[in-house]
């Protein structure tokens, strides 16, 4: 006890721990995790493939042949690299560490990540949110009187937003990009791409500044911790020398390259999602009491309209049907009430609208 509060940072022992609910017996809907897993035939061939790797030996640290299957199959502009990390949470924290001059500020939309803040804080970097409107769309000229004011190091943009579903205007994103210019970076958070059905990839060779952000996690593969960023190769040559070298596991490493080869599966998965979010987004229109919002992502953020009820309630209620969605009141202001679910396979998108009926009848 009394060496702790000798030796860490207060800000730190201030802090409660992420935490992530015991989930057993649940249906789980709180983490965007895709609930497809591989076909038999699959999962026996990487395990072939996995039974074989180097285990004994440390990864090859350049990562070249896992970056350029990431860069020829994911969109990546011809002569544009990538940055590996373990999960994008990783890279987060690697454009932080790089950034943390004295003074360096962090900008983003409020609510969003809520690694963005804590990253920031981590690397000792002043964050500065700047809240939504009402409807949860950017509000422009806050954020480009925030960038002005502040002239933040790094201002994220995650494009679909996390926690509330929607995508940004893509107009107004240039605009922050442009008035950024070159006094900071601007990250676009493309965690949710594959539900989105647009990206800023291919913007990077307009924009020295930018820095394209990517996950496998939502996509169906959040077990093996792999998140990929390209920008250009001087702050990709930067931000490799703040990455821990081996930071990619060869377990990873070996089941990205095979999925790589493989990504008609994974691009069904997803198309069957959106198939799915759009039929959830429907089916929530129809029942009173609840106000979902737009998603382009593999969730839904949704309010508790229920006269009477709160968020929290409803919230309660779900999980003594043993479904877990997320209390997403408790991020923020504008969040009253709000919860958000994640979009499942048509039996469990089923049984959590039967459950959240009951919640909010009975
Ligand atoms: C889930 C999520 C991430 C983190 O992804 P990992 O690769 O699993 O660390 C990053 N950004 C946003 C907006 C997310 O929702």
Same mark, same amino acid.
């Given at each position: 006890m009394t060496v702790s509060k000798n030796i860490i940072r207060a800000d730190v022992r201030a802090?409660?721990?992420?935490?992530?609910?015991?989930?057993?017996?649940?249906?789980?809907?709180?983490a965007m995790e895709n609930p497809y897993t591989l076909s038999p035939e699959l999962q026996q061939e990487l395990g072939r493939r996995l039974g074989s790797a180097a285990l004994n030996r440390y990864p090859v640290p350049t990562y070249a042949n896992l970056k350029?299957?990431?860069?020829?199959?994911?969109?990546?502009?011809?002569?544009?690299?990538?940055?590996?990390?373990?999960?994008?949470?990783?890279?987060i924290s690697i454009v932080?560490?790089?950034?943390?001059?004295?003074?360096?500020?962090? @900008? /983003?939309?409020?609510?969003?990540?809520? &690694?963005? $803040?804590?990253? +920031?804080?981590? %690397?000792?970097?002043d964050f500065i949110g700047v809240?939504?409107?009402?409807?949860?769309?950017?509000?422009?000229?806050?954020?480009l009187a925030a960038v002005r004011e502040h002239r933040p190091a790094i201002t994220y943009?995650?494009?679909?937003?996390?926690?509330?579903?929607?995508?940004?205007?893509?107009?107004a994103m240039l605009e922050i990009i442009r008035e950024v210019g070159d006094t900071g970076l601007v990250i676009v958070d493309e965690a949710y791409q594959p539900f989105a059905g647009d990206s800023f990839m291919s913007k990077?060779?307009?924009?020295?500044?930018?820095i394209v952000m990517r996950t496998v996690s939502?996509?169906? @593969? /959040?077990?093996?911790?792999?998140?990929? &960023?390209? $920008?250009?190769? +001087?702050?990709? %040559?930067?931000?490799?020398?703040?990455?821990?070298?081996?930071?990619?596991?060869?377990?990873?490493?070996?089941?990205?390259?095979?999925?790589?080869?493989?990504?008609?599966v994974l691009d069904k998965q997803a198309a069957a999602i959106r198939s799915e979010r759009e039929q959830l987004l429907s089916r929530l229109a129809d029942v009173a009491g609840v106000e979902a919002f737009p998603s382009a992502a593999n969730f839904i953020l949704f309010r508790v309209t229920q006269a009477g009820l709160t968020g929290?309630?409803?919230?309660?209620?779900?999980?003594?049907?043993?479904?877990?969605?997320?209390?997403?009141?408790?991020?923020?202001?504008? @969040?009253?009430?709000?919860?958000?679910?994640?979009?499942?396979?048509?039996?469990e998108n089923a049984l959590f609208l039967t459950a959240l009926k009951s919640s909010l009848y009975s």
């Amino acid at each position: 006890m009394t060496v702790s509060k000798n030796i860490i940072r207060a800000d730190v022992r201030a802090l409660s721990a992420y935490h992530v609910p015991d989930a057993s017996g649940f249906v789980k809907l709180d983490a965007m995790e895709n609930p497809y897993t591989l076909s038999p035939e699959l999962q026996q061939e990487l395990g072939r493939r996995l039974g074989s790797a180097a285990l004994n030996r440390y990864p090859v640290p350049t990562y070249a042949n896992l970056k350029a299957a990431i860069c020829a199959k994911q969109g990546v502009p011809s002569g544009w690299d990538v940055v590996l990390g373990n999960g994008s949470d990783e890279l987060i924290s690697i454009v932080s560490v790089a950034c943390a001059k004295p003074g360096a500020k962090v @900008l /983003a939309p409020v609510p969003g990540f809520v &690694m963005y $803040a804590m990253s +920031a804080q981590f %690397a000792g970097l002043d964050f500065i949110g700047v809240p939504l409107n009402n409807d949860l769309t950017l509000n422009l000229p806050a954020m480009l009187a925030a960038v002005r004011e502040h002239r933040p190091a790094i201002t994220y943009l995650a494009y679909p937003n996390n926690p509330t579903g929607n995508l940004f205007d893509a107009q107004a994103m240039l605009e922050i990009i442009r008035e950024v210019g070159d006094t900071g970076l601007v990250i676009v958070d493309e965690a949710y791409q594959p539900f989105a059905g647009d990206s800023f990839m291919s913007k990077l060779p307009e924009f020295e500044n930018l820095i394209v952000m990517r996950t496998v996690s939502k996509l169906g @593969l /959040a077990g093996i911790r792999l998140g990929y &960023m390209s $920008a250009s190769k +001087a702050l990709l %040559a930067e931000f490799d020398k703040v990455r821990p070298p081996y930071n990619i596991n060869v377990l990873t490493e070996v089941t990205a390259a095979f999925m790589l080869e493989h990504t008609e599966v994974l691009d069904k998965q997803a198309a069957a999602i959106r198939s799915e979010r759009e039929q959830l987004l429907s089916r929530l229109a129809d029942v009173a009491g609840v106000e979902a919002f737009p998603s382009a992502a593999n969730f839904i953020l949704f309010r508790v309209t229920q006269a009477g009820l709160t968020g929290t309630q409803v919230f309660e209620r779900l999980l003594e049907h043993k479904v877990l969605v997320k209390n997403a009141g408790k991020m923020h202001a504008l @969040l009253d009430n709000c919860l958000r679910v994640t979009v499942s396979t048509p039996a469990e998108n089923a049984l959590f609208l039967t459950a959240l009926k009951s919640s909010l009848y009975s």
